[in-house]
Each structure stands twice: as structure tokens, then as C-alpha cells.
């Protein structure tokens, strides 16, 4: 294991092999709880072991006692708690909680599991473990990036004011829309990880990503959109590591990760045999990859910062064809500065089989494509966001009562214990060390130092930040401060 370890290998082994699911009705529950705990432990270990870059033994053992199903099905089903039972509790005028952590947990919870699977589906063997329940992940991929294709021109998530809502629940419903897009991020990397075990999938996942989702035109409308990016004051900014973070202009040509993901995953939907195979290519898919094309050529080198046409690379013939065709059945006007925009160098670089893509798409623009036979295939569909829905259907309400009087209205003393849990849990050390990237000023963003003295939980550069940015983070603050004197 890594030189930080939260949890020794027999520890893991005992975590996972506890891992259930668990109905809606008990999310929130202290056997859920519990459960959640170990989840992160497990979460926070796992990306321990991968930053180190040896031995990862989480996603061993999560395919040895064949639990990837298990947290396939209760990522699902907190995400139906989170549209079927929260809206339900939002809305009841008698539940006004003092503390919300509780209910903060559950909505937390599927951000928890995404995190794990992103991180363990890297390893092919993982996806392979999934069984039939990768259906339903594809599916839960597809919901995610389709909410993020449909709010891109709200240019990612929505800004954290919190002086526009007035009561707790309120904020917690603010946070959960700010985390509903971090969550979508890592469902786009899990997708892509799922298409790079394309030739080991079984055909109805082949036809439910291809024909019942066409994921490649999807992937596409991601490329032209691209929302994690954005302009601020003239400076273009990236979603990295959980915050808004500004490229240097020498930086802008290069991919990022997010990009990366979206064209690996349709380098493995279009070019491999499999999926060529089964897609079947109409005239608008065909228009949709084309346009695709040359709008994000387009936009590529309009957003960058401004240089002598002779310091871009040259285009080569195959590309440029590539663009010419596609003017000429798009209609959109073409010129070369595009293409120079788009294959630098530092591109290709980084995504070398780019090239063969490119081929494709030349090749695509001039031919009819045949479209492929018409077998006889016996689909399977997936089932565990229809069984939840048939089993609960009718019962949000009393689902949400019954949480409100069980589980998310606890004691003084329950709510003591359980931060002595959390905090057992949360250890700074781990935290730290999983951390992304280095800590950032909370008031103007530049790398931090320092930690407010107080709570532990904000982080600036300097002493004026902190005092700029005091009246925001007061009532935070004030509460964990609360909360530690009363452990």
C-alpha cells in the first residue's frame, strides 16, 4: 500500500465484503451510516494507492468478492432518493432541521460512489466484474450527460451565493445543485472507461450505447459545448479539481482532461471493430460528426490567444480534406486557420491516434456509409432504476416522512456521537494527501498556505484574504467551531 494508509489490507478485505444494499427507506440510517464511512474509507484509500502508483488493492477485492454490482445499485438508488424522496422533504413545511449534515451525508453519498468507480474502472477487469448491472451504468452515464449537455449554457455550475437563501434547507439544495455537476464530470471518465473495454462488452450494451443512446452524437455536442470551460474578464478558465482554474495562454492549446475523455471515448465508439459493426451511421449522425468538427476547429482557434498565422503548424492534406467535406454538407464556412488552430502539435502529441480518427472522418464525409446487418438479437435491458421505481412507485411521500421522524431528526447527543465518527473519518492527514492539487485561497484563489485557525476547513493566501472574506465564511465557521467544542 502507499506510505498513508487509512486502512490496513485485512481492514479493506472486511469493509468490502460488508457492502450491501440498502432500500431507499433506510438511507440515512445507522447502518447506512456506517456504511457510508467505510465507503469513503475505501474511496480516499483507493485514490491513496492509485496516486502512488502500485499495488491497488481495493479494486482487487472489489472484484474478488464481486461487490462493483453492489455499488452500481446503490449509486442508483441514491440518485432516485436524490429526485424522488428530497424534493419531498424540501418541500415539507414542518421539517425545519437545525443541523442538515445528516441529510448533506445522503446527497453526498452518490458523489462518494462515482468517485470510487472512476477511480477503480481505470482496470478493465473492473468493468468486466460489472456484469449485467454495466447496462445500468451506462444508462446512469447517459442521464448525467445528458442534464450536462442541456444546462451548458449556464457555463457550468451555477455561482455559490449563499446570501440568496435564507434557510438551511435552502442552502442544502443549493449545494446539491453545485455538486450535481462534479458528478457528471465523473460520470463522463467512468463512461469513457467503460468504452475502452469495447471488444469485451456484450452486444445489447454495444446497442443500448450506440442505437438506443447514440453516444457518439452525444459525445459530440459535449465537444462543441465543452462546459467545463469558460470565459471570465477575457481569461479562459478550466474545471480542475473542483474549482474554476485560469489556463495561461501557453497552456490553451493543449487538451484538457475533460476533452481528452470525450475524444478517447469516441476514438473507441468510432474506430473499433465492434462498435463499427453495430453503429449504424444515418445522415444525421453523419451531420452531427462532421459539424462537430469543424465548429470545435472553429472555435478552437478563435479562443485562442492571438499569434502570427505563421507560428501555427501547418495542416495536413488529410484534415483539411476532412474540413472541406464537411463545409460542403454542413453548409459552415471553412478555412485553414481553422485546422491550424486544431492540430497543433502538442495535440497530437497527447492523443497520437487522433490522426486515425481524422481519417475516418475524411473518409465519412465522402462515402455513403453501409449500413450495418440487421441481426436478430435478444436484449437485455437494465433493470435496477425500474425495480426501485416499481417497488417504491407511490411512496415518496411516506419515504420522506418517515426519514423526517427517524432519521434526519436526531438528538444533541446523536448528532455528538456522530461528529466523533466524522471527524474519525474525515482525518485531515488523508484528506490532504487526496487532495487533487494543492490548497487554493478561498477569496482569490492562488495557492494557500495557510488554514483558518479556528474551523480547519478554509484555506488563503494571506491574512487580508481571510479578513475580505470573513463575512462569507462566518456562519460556517461559527457552526464547526460550535460543533468541536461540543465533541
Known amino acids: 500500500m502507499s506510505h498513508l494508509e487509512l486502512l490496513l489490507p485485512g481492514e479493506a478485505d472486511l469493509l468490502i465484503r460488508g457492502l450491501r444494499s440498502f432500500p431507499l427507506r433506510e438511507m440515512g440510517s445507522g447502518g447506512w451510516n456506517q456504511q457510508h464511512e467505510n465507503l469513503e474509507k475505501l474511496n480516499m484509500q483507493a485514490i491513496l494507492d492509485a496516486t502512488a502508483s502500485q499495488d491497488e488493492p481495493i479494486q482487487e477485492l472489489l472484484v474478488t468478492h464481486g461487490k462493483i454490482p ?40 452518490e458523489a462518494s460512489i462515482i468517485n470510487l468507480l472512476e477511480t477503480v474502472f481505470f ?22 450527460l445528458t442534464l450536462l449537455v442541456a444546462r451548458s449554457g449556464h457555463s457550468g455550475p451555477p455561482e455559490d451565493n449563499e446570501s440568496q437563501y435564507s434557510t438551511p434547507m435552502q442552502e442544502l439544495q443549493k449545494q446539491a445543485e453545485l455538486m450535481e455537476f462534479e458528478i457528471a464530470l465523473k460520470a463522463l471518465s467512468v463512461l469513457r472507461y467503460i468504452t475502452d473495454c469495447v471488444n469485451s462488452l456484450s452486444l445489447s ?12 452524437c452525444l459525445l459530440v455536442e459535449l465537444l462543441e459545448h465543452s462546459p467545463w470551460s469558460r470565459r471570465e474578464g477575457g481569461k479562459l478558465q478550466q474545471f480542475e479539481g473542483g474549482c474554476w482554474q485560469t489556463v495561461a495562454p501557453p497552456e490553451q492549446q493543449k487538451l484538457s482532461k475533460l476533452d481528452g ?20 451511421l444515418t445522415s444525421f449522425a453523419k451531420g452531427q460528426l462532421l459539424k462537430t ?78 449500413p450495418p446487418k440487421k441481426d436478430l438479437v435478444l436484449e437485455q435491458i437494465p433493470e435496477i ?21 427517524h432519521v434526519f431528526s436526531p438528538s444533541e447527543q446523536d448528532l455528538r456521537l456522530q461528529a466523533r465518527r466524522w471527524a474519525e473519518t474525515y482525518r485531515l492527514d488523508v484528506l490532504e494527501a487526496v ?51 461540543a465533541k
Request: charged share 25%; proline share 7%; aromatic share 8%.
Open 70 to 109: 453492489t455499488l452500481v445499485e446503490e449509486l442508483i438508488a441514491v440518485e432516485m432518493w436524490k429526485q424522488k424522496v428530497f424534493p419531498v422533504l424540501c418541500r415539507l413545511e414542518d421539517f425545519k432541521p437545525q443541523n442538515t449534515f445528516p441529510i448533506y451525508i445522503v446527497v453526498h453519498h
Open 123 to 144: 482496470h478493465k477487469k473492473v468493468c468486466e466484474s460489472a456484469e449485467d448491472t454495466v447496462l445500468d451504468l451506462v444508462d446512469y452515464c447517459h442521464r448525467k
Open 205 to 216: 450494451t454495444l446497442s443500448r450505447m450506440l442505437s438506443t443512446h447514440n453516444l457518439p
Open 261 to 280: 475523455q470525450v475524444w478517447i471515448a469516441l476514438y473507441n465508439l468510432l474506430l473499433s471493430p465492434e462498435a463499427r459493426a453495430r453503429y449504424c
Open 293 to 370: 468538427l469543424s465548429l470545435r476547429c472553429h472555435n478552437s482557434y478563435w479562443d485562442m490567444s492571438p499569434q502570427a498565422p505563421s507560428a501555427q503548424p501547418s495542416p495536413s492534406p488529410l484534415c483539411s480534406l476532412t474540413l472541406w467535406s464537411a463545409s460542403l454538407h454542413t453548409g459552415l464556412p471553412w478555412t485553414p486557420l481553422q485546422l491550424r488552430a486544431f492540430l497543433t502539435d502538442t495535440l497530437l502529441d497527447q492523443l497520437p491516434n487522433l490522426a486515425d480518427l481524422q481519417g475516418f472522418l475524411a473518409h465519412l464525409a465522402l462515402a455513403e456509409p453501409q
Open 385 to 405: 432504476w425500474e425495480r426501485l421505481e416499481q417497488e417504491n412507485r407511490g411512496k415518496w411521500q411516506a419515504i420522506a416522512k418517515h426519514q423526517l421522524r
Open 435 to 485: 487532495a487533487p492539487e494543492r490548497p487554493r485561497c478561498a477569496y482569490c484563489s492562488t495557492e494557500a498556505s495557510k488554514r483558518c485557525s479556528r474551523c480547519q476547513n478554509e484555506w488563503y493566501c494571506c491574512r487580508e484574504c481571510q479578513v475580505k472574506h470573513w463575512e462569507k465564511h462566518r456562519k460556517a465557521c461559527v457552526r464547526t467551531a460550535q460543533g468541536d467544542r
